[in-house]
């Protein structure tokens, strides 16, 4: 309920920036002894824009996951990406393969935004359903994205500043 707002608020002060970048990747995960892919499309600020859940890791997942990232968030300057072929394959359908990036260690930035959400993973002890674990990665990725302030970045004042923003935007969505 609450996610929604807070992510139709990032996405439309974001939507306008021309430098914008996206790295895309894609993890598994473990359902009920089936792993299935979470992919997930990350903005050069760290903020996850979407998250997508798929039993196969093939250019038509690929496909519908840029497909649905695209329609939503609009279309980037650069797509940073891993050397999965069926990246390569998808844009190529969709004319952005002028766009993709891949090189080592380029999609640091996606790979790291995989851990907060491998954390809290574990502590819910795995998941059991697909449609659980798609609601869960999607609220997970707004309600981190909301909070998430990157305190080694900025001074003490300025963190505790964006945190009290943060905290008053959370409690006029929940009133």
């Given at each position: 309920?609450?996610?929604?707002?807070?992510?139709?608020?990032?996405?439309?002060?974001?939507?306008?920036?021309?430098?914008?970048?996206?790295?895309?990747?894609?993890?598994?995960?473990?359902?009920?002894?089936?792993?299935?892919?979470?992919w997930?499309?990350?903005?050069?600020?760290?903020?996850?824009?979407?998250?997508?859940?798929?039993?196969?890791?093939?250019?038509?997942?690929?496909?519908?996951?840029?497909?649905?990232?695209?329609?939503?968030?609009?279309?980037?300057?650069?797509?940073?990406?891993?050397?999965?072929?069926?990246?390569?394959?998808?844009?190529?359908?969709?004319?952005?393969?002028?766009?993709?990036?891949?090189g080592?260690?380029?999609?640091?930035?996606?790979?790291?935004?995989?851990?907060?959400?491998?954390?809290?993973?574990?502590?819910?002890?795995?998941?059991?359903?697909?449609?659980?674990?798609?609601?869960?990665?999607?609220?997970?990725a707004?309600?981190?994205?909301?909070?998430?302030?990157?305190?080694?970045?900025?001074?003490?004042?300025?963190?505790?500043?964006?945190?009290?923003?943060?905290?008053?935007?959370?409690?006029?969505?929940?009133?």
């Amino acid at each position: 309920m609450f996610a929604g707002d807070i992510r139709r608020h990032r996405v439309s002060r974001i939507r306008g920036l021309p430098h914008w970048r996206w790295h895309l990747d894609e993890m598994y995960v473990k359902l009920n002894g089936e792993m299935v892919y979470l992919w997930r499309a990350v903005d050069h600020e760290g903020e996850i824009l979407e998250s997508y859940i798929t039993r196969t890791r093939d250019k038509g997942a690929a496909l519908r996951f840029m497909k649905k990232t695209l329609k939503r968030h609009g279309s980037p300057e650069a797509i940073t990406t891993d050397g999965l072929r069926s990246y390569r394959a998808a844009m190529k359908d969709l004319g952005n393969e002028a766009k993709q990036e891949v090189g080592r260690w380029a999609n640091n930035r996606v790979e790291n935004s995989h851990l907060s959400f491998r954390r809290r993973e574990r502590a819910m002890l795995r998941f059991r359903r697909m449609k659980t674990l798609q609601k869960f990665a999607s609220v997970h990725a707004n309600v981190y994205n909301h909070f998430n302030h990157e305190r080694h970045l900025v001074d003490r004042q300025t963190y505790k500043e964006r945190r009290s923003a943060a905290l008053a935007g959370w409690r006029s969505v929940m009133a």
